[in-house]
Nanobody, 120 residues
Framework: VQLQASGGGLVQAGGSLRLSCQAS????????MGWFRQAPGQEREVVAV?????YYAESVKDRFTISKDNAKNTVYLQMNSLKPEDTAVYYC?????????????????WGQGTQVTVSS
């Protein structure tokens, strides 16, 4: 599975960005997909993942929305009310599982990462 992420950039605090990740190769609509992020000096952490279930990190609930277009094999992350602490490289991931686990170890394929920078 190949994952191509896009949509990162620089935005002021309170602004919005939408990330997209298109999957190609051996991917099925039942496969879980999601977004993780890694800030400098920190470990990679889950942001939001989706399959028939969804999971959001507590820090992004009510601000971020994950969605999936199975016909396009694309997952989106709408990020609103962005904060400086959301600054990180965001990675798209896909799993062979049909359950959206929050652990990065359950994801087999990873995109190249897209930088999101939120200025205060």
């Amino acid at each position: 599975v190949q994952l191509q992420a896009s949509g990162g950039g620089l935005v002021q605090a309170g602004g919005s960005l939408r990330l997209s990740c298109q999957a190609s190769g051996r991917i099925f609509s039942r496969n879980a997909m999601g977004w993780f992020r890694q800030a400098p000096g920190q470990e990679r952490e889950v942001v939001a993942v989706i399959s028939w279930n969804t999971y959001y990190a507590e820090s992004v609930k009510d601000r971020f929305t994950i969605s999936k277009d199975n016909a396009k094999n694309t997952v989106y992350l709408q990020m609103n009310s962005l904060k400086p602490e959301d600054t990180a490289v965001y990675y798209c991931a896909a799993s062979s599982s049909d359950y959206a686990y929050k652990s990065a170890s359950m994801y087999d394929s990873w995109g190249q990462g897209t930088q999101v920078t939120v200025s205060s």
